[in-house]
């Protein structure tokens, strides 16, 4: 008889990869154990300046996720600790840990810093990229969780010499404990995941351009480090050698990425084009004249989404200069600091230009920690030691029970670690959903305070934000004008009010001072107020006594070069934010209960996937299908890039699905209307004339999206030798004769991709050509093969594919764009004419197959974005709650996307998103009630004149007239408490809570 399941997880590695796994995994009803290396969670996401393409501040955005790992009353953070070994099975493992000692007492630190101050002991900082120094004993960054601090052995001269001794002397609480051993720690869990993350290149193995020689070339981790506010410079552009600001900066591609000699890596890393004009153009923000950028690169490839966009802008708009190269040397400019690039362009001439710093795009690899870790769990490993998984079920290990995310599966971008971390989460429930919620702790619900009839008081938080905010404001004096304030009690500044040391501060001031209203001037209340608010309720007031200024954004962003207004406009704000906060009452949150059952629309492979995954986690499920069959675009499809069949896993997926009697399947049905919100929506189909209404608690969208079939374009449905990448592989999945007469076959890539009508890269095309390509040489070696294309993008380990088509002979030519690409039929005869950019003459291929890498294509007023109030974008495609960190939820509540609805990608991440989306649905499945916001409006009907401009102008739906008064009323769970209506209410009836006529005429008059 096997042993029980346990519901408990082991997630190792504390990066956002990591991060987000124990999140969905412990919302879904399991105890969580998140095993970190180092002092403290965060990882490389820690250290970066701001987030590509939407130029968030990285750790702004970061920040609440750590404080709410930290606060999770069903997560462990277990730092500075290392999985040794595991026995057992899938569903009950025993894992050996080693937990190092921090010399700290956790229990007893109160962070205050008085131990570092005194430290005699200075160490290079690697969290600085060893640009600055920190202390033997320290806290690796301000926000850092556990914000508790930690003795380095190796530097400490009281653990090395047996001397000093100065910061147990100093700490008050006697938190010091040079004694502390190292502990073996033993775990049952049901499932680990490993989230080991990656390393960046070390340029100083092979030491090809000088890194370790001049000061002035610096990796681009460093760089992220010099340009970001909290960092050794404090966010100013300057050069390490002398600290002046540089008139020029090179950055050099593919350091350490698709190169094959000693120490080096032959896969492309996937995220350094864009981060690397990320950097550039977060560079010319920070320079005080006009800074001269150019990017040295083999093949630009930015094919995440939106990715595109952000290119051509830095091309068209920021000036950043692009040069197509292979760089040779950078040579030291004698008493400059400056360097000589030396380099061979595009058409073969040698070359060579002066700059002032050298950034050196440095590609990512698992750590050796994390290699040494896969292969004492038994984890198969490929060549490049990434974890080995199937495109079919790329979260899970060759270990049943060990899953893997983020760039230990591979090397990848913030949003797909994300997208992996939940996935790995889903799937890990999904087999250990009998055991959900049976180890788990009920957070205590502290008993709010009676604020009624009490004279406010209260206190405002001023955030520094490093320099973020105050290199521009004058937060002291901001904090001076808010002490004069009516009301103001108490205020204060904070270096980063977002910390878990600040947060605690905060509640703590709140019960020393006797605050019952707060203000907080730091950044955005979109990432930030729920922080904030349930430190409120962990000291006892109601959450809505808080308001926020975004003095970020609104001043110090903004108005960087006018730092005076900057301030008194903060001073301003500030002082309406304290008017307002004085007459802010509590409100009360409804609770929801969820409906128990699920709706996935889209019978492709995400929907599939989506739908197979909920039902093992033992909800039913509506599978709604608007085709006849299941199977979506991956019915034409014939092998992954990897070679795996695609036909075969089809086929399995369809019987798997319409056999589980957890899914419903409504094959040819459509969606006609959709009523309700997160919880409680109500959709009607049709099929075949008769309609139906299903009830469900929370929604997927999967829908899809298709090739396009360019009409008119290259002779497309006018000559049968002509047709789409698709087309081909439905050829290949049905081994069609006629591809056994092709003597030469021609690619062209980006067929209605990367043009102004579409200015997105639609991803997986380069793969799949070169996977097609591949398939007809091997079936016949002797066909003449041509790939005509713009920039390859075979990204991350697809670059061993690309690698593998030129070997086996495949002829990839480089097509200048702007000249065009002509496809005629001579006599009879293909000719496929275009300018060679390297050659820079005509060439005309005559081919007896022309395939078109044909756009992925969306509809852009598609019904469904109406019915769920959700979001397209330009493109058509859906727009998720955040790119970086909540990629496959939606902004409205319980509906959640996946797959080639959310834009391009192959099938392993329309999977792996499938699996992330339907493990974002179970945290509020689990859940089974959810508290909806207070700040809604509500309607006075003694007011109301029926006149129906409410319902009219809500983008949500939430007003609509009660069948008994016939006045107006507002569906509170519909409700985004946007204040539309209130504004458009002809007879003053609708207010909205929160912001009523009394509140913001407050902010008005004291303006």
């Given at each position: 008889m096997s042993k029980p399941l346990v519901g408990a997880v082991m997630v190792v590695g504390g990066g956002v990869a990591g991060i987000q796994a124990a999140l969905d995994l412990a919302d879904s009803g399991y105890k969580v154990f998140l095993v970190e290396k180092s002092a403290s969670i965060g990882g490389v996401m820690a250290r970066l300046d701001k987030t590509f393409p939407t130029n968030d501040c990285s750790m702004c955005i970061l920040s609440p996720k750590l404080v709410e790992v930290g606060r999770h009353i069903n997560i462990e953070l277990l730092t500075l600790s290392e999985v040794n070994a595991i026995s057992g099975e899938e569903g009950n493992f025993e894992v050996s840990i080693t937990r190092h000692p921090r010399y700290v007492d956790m229990d007893k630190c109160i962070a205050c810093g008085l131990c570092a101050e005194k430290c005699p002991a200075s160490v290079p900082d690697s969290y600085d990229g060893n640009l600055a120094s920190r202390k033997a004993i320290y806290v690796q960054y301000a926000q850092a969780v556990p914000l508790k601090y930690a003795i380095d052995p190796e530097y400490c001269i009281k653990l090395t010499k047996g001397k000093c001794g100065i910061c147990r002397k100093k700490c008050p609480t006697g938190a010091i404990n040079y004694e502390d051993t190292r502990k073996d720690i033993s775990l049952n869990v049901g499932a680990v995941v490993i989230s080991q993350g990656a390393e960046t290149f070390d340029p100083a193995l092979h030491d090809t351009f000088g890194y370790k020689k001049y000061p002035n070339i610096v990796t681009s981790l460093e760089f992220e480090r010099i340009l970001s506010a909290s960092g050794p410079y404090a966010g100013h552009l300057v050069r390490p050698s002398d600290e002046k600001e540089p008139e020029k900066i090179a950055w050099l591609q593919c350091i350490g990425s698709r190169d094959e000699h000693i120490g080096a890596r032959g896969y492309c890393s996937g995220v350094c084009c864009t981060y690397a004009i990320k950097e550039a153009m977060l560079a010319k923000e920070h320079s005080k004249s006009g800074l001269d950028t150019a990017i040295f690169y083999i093949d630009i490839r930015t094919n995440g989404k939106d990715f595109e966009k952000y290119y051509n802008r830095a091309k068209a708009e920021a000036g950043i200069r692009f040069i197509k190269s292979k760089v040779t040397e950078a040579l030291p400019v004698d008493g400059t600091g400056g360097h000589l690039i030396r380099y061979i362009n595009e058409s073969g001439k040698r070359c060579e230009e002066e700059f002032d710093m050298v950034v050196l795009s440095v590609g990512l690899g698992v750590t050796n920690q994390g290699a040494d870790l896969g292969k004492r769990l038994g984890v198969d490993l490929n060549h490049y030691n990434f974890a080995e998984t199937s495109s079919f079920s790329p979260v899970e290990s060759s270990v049943a029970g060990i899953y893997v995310c983020g760039a230990f599966q591979g090397p990848k971008d913030i949003p797909s670690s994300?997208?992996?971390?939940?996935?790995?989460?889903?799937?890990?429930?999904?087999?250990?959903?009998?055991?959900?919620?049976?180890?788990?702790?009920?957070?205590?619900?502290?008993?709010?305070?009676?604020?009624?009839?009490?004279?406010?008081?209260?206190?405002?938080?001023?955030?520094?934000?490093?320099?973020?905010?105050?290199?521009?404001?004058?937060?002291?004096?901001v904090v001076e004008s808010a002490k004069k304030l009516p009301n103001v009690v108490y205020a204060e500044q904070n270096m980063f009010s977002c910390a878990q040391g600040t947060q605690d501060k905060i509640a703590e001031l709140i019960r020393e001072k006797d605050l019952n209203r707060i203000v907080v001037a730091a950044c955005s209340p979109k990432t930030h107020e729920p922080l904030f608010q349930e430190t409120l309720q962990s000291a006892g007031i109601n959450k809505y006594l808080f308001e926020m200024v975004n003095i970020r954004n609104q001043c110090s962003w903004v108005h960087k070069q006018a730092p005076e207004e900057a301030t008194q406009k903060a001073m301003d704000l500030v002082k309406m934010s304290v008017a307002k906060a004085a007459r802010?009452?509590?409100?009360?949150?409804?609770?929801?209960?969820?409906?128990?059952?699920?709706?996935?629309?889209?019978?492709?492979?995400?929907?599939?996937?989506?739908?197979?995954?909920?039902?093992?986690?033992?909800?039913?499920?509506?599978?709604?299908?608007?085709?006849?069959?299941?199977?979506?675009?991956?019915?034409?499809?014939?092998?992954?890039?990897?070679?795996?069949?695609?036909?075969?896993?089809v086929k399995q997926m369809v019987e798997k699905v319409e056999k589980n009697p957890g899914i419903t399947v409504h094959a040819g049905?459509?969606?006609?209307?959709?009523?309700?919100?997160?919880?409680?929506?109500?959709?009607?189909?049709?099929?075949?004339?008769?309609?139906?209404?299903?009830?469900?608690?929370?929604?997927i969208i999967a829908s899809g999206a298709s090739e396009l079939k360019p009409e008119g374009q290259y002779l497309y449905g006018t000559d049968d030798r002509v047709i789409t990448g698709l087309e081909l592989q439905a050829r290949l999945a049905r081994r069609d004769e006629s591809l056994d007469k092709v003597e030469t076959a021609v690619f062209i890539q980006c067929v209605g991709s990367r043009i102004p009508e579409r200015p997105y890269c639609s991803k997986l095309c380069c793969a799949q050509s070169i996977r097609s390509a591949i398939e007809l040489k091997e079936n016949k070696p002797d066909t003449e093969i041509f790939i005509v294309y713009r920039d390859m993008r075979p990204y991350g380990l697809r670059e061993d594919l690309y690698r593998e088509a030129r070997q086996k002979g495949i002829r990839f030519l480089r097509y200048n764009f702007d000249k065009g690409l002509d496809v005629t039929n001579e006599k009879g005869c293909l000719e496929v004419s275009f300018t060679d950019f390297v050659l820079r003459r005509k060439m005309v291929l005559s081919p007896d197959m022309l395939v078109l890498a044909a756009a992925i294509v969306r509809e852009k007023n598609?019904?469904?974005?109406?019915?769920?109030?959700?979001?397209?974008?330009?493109?058509?495609?859906?727009?998720?709650?955040?790119?970086?960190?909540?990629?496959?939820?939606?902004?409205?509540?319980?509906?959640?996307?996946?797959?080639?609805a959310h834009g391009p990608k192959p099938v392993d991440e329309s999977i792996a998103q499938a699996q992330a989306a339907a493990a974002r649905a179970v945290t509020l499945l689990s859940a089974g009630s959810i508290p909806v916001s207070g700040t809604v409006a509500h309607v006075n009907p003694r007011l109301c004149s029926s006149c129906g401009v409410c319902v009219s102008v809500c983008p949500y739906s939430a007003p609509r007239f009660s069948e008994k008064t016939d006045k107006a009323e507002i569906e509170s769970a519909l409700c985004k408490g946007c204040g539309l209506c209130a504004a458009s209410c002809r007879s003053g009836a609708i207010a909205l809570k929160g912001f009523d006529d009394q509140q913001i005429t407050s902010m008005i008059m004291c303006a």
């Open positions: 994300v997208i992996d971390s939940s996935a790995a989460a889903g799937v890990a429930g999904s087999r250990l959903s009998g055991s959900r919620w049976r180890l788990t702790k009920t957070k205590e619900v502290k008993k709010e305070k009676n604020v009624a009839g009490d004279r406010s008081r209260i206190g405002v938080f001023v955030c520094g934000c490093g320099s973020n905010i105050a290199g521009v404001v004058d937060v002291t004096a802010v009452q509590p409100l009360k949150e409804p609770i929801l209960q969820i409906n128990q059952r699920a709706m996935v629309i889209g019978g492709g492979i995400a929907g599939m996937i989506a739908a197979d995954n909920l039902a093992q986690q033992g909800y039913a499920v509506d599978l709604v299908e608007r085709q006849a069959r299941l199977g979506g675009n991956a019915l034409s499809l014939y092998k992954t890039w990897k070679g795996e069949d695609i036909a075969g896993f049905s459509t969606i006609k209307k959709v009523d309700g919100f997160v919880g409680a929506f109500r959709t009607t189909l049709e099929k075949e004339g008769c309609r139906e209404a299903l009830d469900h608690g929370v929604t598609d019904p469904l974005a109406g019915f769920f109030k959700v979001t397209q974008n330009d493109d058509g495609f859906y727009v998720e709650a955040h790119l970086k960190l909540r990629p496959v939820d939606f902004a409205t509540d319980g509906v959640f996307l996946c797959g080639l």
